[in-house]
């Protein structure tokens, strides 16, 4: 079965650059999502179509593709980006979910 | 603004079987091009596909794991999905979302963006 492997977490201090990174196997070659979540709430969309945001989400929030990884970039991290963020593809009418990362803004 | 409203939490005893719905109001989707997708979440753990529908083609695809336990319907005159978990192990025990993703073909959908507020189904003795 198709499997997409993220980083257990990253860490960030306020204002950097943080990167959440997502590999797969041909996984430039599918759309990916990524989808934000804190404490006790709902996913949230933040990228789709690999590198589209949804309105409504900060420019901060990027997204990229190369190869067989999806890379989210939040520029400028606030403290109210601390969340668990997960990337998501379909294969073959299935949709995987990679296993979340956790984003701690220290 | 669309809205997803789910079902009320529930608690039922191995072996039964739960059904949670998901009921959508606000702007409607294209009909022909919009879906569900049922995700839950275990107690501390990542997110778990189980399954969509194609809404207009009736298409349904299951995840492995839930396979032959699992059924997901929509009804289009009430704008409600709903899932069906049958033969309730305590593994089930998680928050159940709905999303419904609005641009969607008969095999997948390009993102889901709006969701449910989550169902908590407990089995337990």
């Known amino acids: 079965s198709y499997e997409l492997t993220q980083p257990p977490s990253v860490s960030v201090s306020p204002g950097q650059t943080a990167r959440i990174t997502c590999s797969g196997d041909?996984?430039?070659?599918?759309?990916s999502c990524w989808y934000q979540q804190r404490p006790g709430q709902s996913p949230v969309l933040v990228i789709y179509?690999?590198?589209k945001r949804p309105s409504g989400i900060p420019e901060r929030f990027s997204g990229s593709t190369s190869g067989n990884t999806a890379t989210l970039t939040i520029s400028g991290t606030q403290a109210m980006d601390e969340a668990d963020y997960y990337c998501?593809?379909?294969?073959?009418?299935?949709?995987?979910f990679g296993g979340g990362t956790k984003l701690t803004v220290l | 603004q669309v809205q997803l409203v789910q079902s009320g939490a529930e608690v039922k005893e191995p072996g039964a079987s739960v059904k949670v719905s998901c009921k959508a109001s606000?702007?409607?989707?294209?009909?022909?091009?919009?879906?569900f997708s049922w995700v839950r979440q275990a107690p501390g753990q990542g997110l778990e596909w189980m399954g969509w529908?194609?809404?207009?083609?009736?298409?349904?695809n299951y995840a492995q794991r839930v396979q032959g336990r699992v059924s997901i319907t929509a009804d289009t005159a009430t704008n409600t999905a709903y899932m069906e978990l049958r033969s309730l192990r305590s593994d089930d025990t998680a928050v159940y979302y709905c999303?419904?993703?609005?641009?969607?073909?008969?095999?997948?959908?390009?993102?889901?963006?709006?969701w449910g507020q989550g169902t908590l189904v407990t089995v337990s003795s």
């Open positions: 999303a419904r993703g609005d641009y969607c073909s008969t095999t997948s959908c390009l993102f889901f963006q709006h």
């Open positions: 606000g702007n409607p989707p294209t009909p022909t091009t919009y879906g």
């Open positions: 998501q593809a379909w294969d073959s009418s299935t949709m995987v």
């Open positions: 041909r996984l430039g070659k599918r759309y």
């Open positions: 529908i194609s809404v207009y083609y009736g298409n349904t």
């Open positions: 179509q690999d590198d």
